[in-house]
């Protein structure tokens, strides 16, 4: 059967998950748009995290179906997953840091050399990687590892990118560069769902938002509504735009 055209790239229906003794995700219902940018935002503890390691399959659904494409991944190992067309660059980063910058996107490419046009286009949106191709991934900045580490995530061509709190610990200036960055990925029409604390930064990247509490979604809209509801942002999230300028 042919997928309509507004069927959204990912669909999570009822989504349970445990880890250990610990029911975490409480029962997820949410969409994430094709070739758009969602905001996935919540408290501290709210199920961000176990969300997205979920949808990867790091962590397995108790019940509740994820949906990619069309297709039913629940059960799915993480690799078939990520073959499927998934990225995950996790809030750890998780690069190699005694590899040059080089050696760990070569890693990341598992279906041969990266193409000259597509490495062109990833030092476009990080300069700091090309300056520092032949060196140890661990002499790198804070910002500039996190940058490589998104730079793995689409060393080759992928349907769905899921990244966890990419700006979490930058300096004010690492911080808009990863915000162009991401400018550039939605407009080159990538689909990313998004984890992030810094409500500035999402206000200004998401075209749609999740926002979890308690393991469960509690609201889901678009940005720009929330960005122009501070009622809606103080008790969602307990803050406003305006403390986070």
């Known amino acids: 059967m042919a997928k309509g055209i507004d069927e959204p790239l990912l669909r999570l229906e009822g989504v349970h998950t445990h880890i250990g003794p610990y029911h975490i995700l409480h029962g997820v219902y949410c969409e994430v748009p094709n070739g758009e940018l ?6 501290n503890g709210a199920g961000k995290t176990t969300m997205l390691r979920t949808i990867m399959g790091l962590w397995r659904a108790s019940s509740g179906s994820i949906h990619f494409d069309g297709r ?9 997953i990520a073959r499927s067309g998934i990225a995950y660059v996790p809030e750890a980063m998780a690069i ?29 949106l990080f300069p700091a990687l090309k300056r520092f191709w032949n060196l140890p991934a661990g002499h790198l900045s804070g910002g500039q ?30 911080i808009h ?3 162009e960055a991401f400018r550039a990925l939605k407009a080159a029409g990538e689909t990313i769902l ?23 979604i509690v609201h889901s809209g678009a940005m720009s509504d929330l960005v122009a509801d501070k009622a809606l942002q103080q008790r969602l999230l307990g803050l406003s735009l305006d403390s986070h300028q």
């Open 38 to 43: 969602t905001m996935l935002l919540g408290r």
């Open 72 to 80: 039913d991944i629940t059960a799915l190992p993480s690799p078939d």
């Open 96 to 124: 190699f840091s005694d590899l040059t910058v080089r050696e760990n996107i070569v890693l990341a490419a598992r279906n041969g050399p990266v193409h000259s046009s597509r490495l062109d286009w990833m030092f476009g």
């Open 145 to 174: 590892k996190q940058m490589l580490a998104i730079a793995r995530a689409i060393a080759e061509p992928r349907r769905l990118l899921l990244v966890d709190e990419p700006t979490k610990g930058l300096a004010p200036v690492m």
């Open 177 to 179: 560069s990863m915000i």
């Open 194 to 216: 998004l984890v992030e604390q810094n409500f500035h930064a999402a206000s200004q990247l998401g075209d749609n938002v999740i926002v979890m509490d308690d393991g469960l």
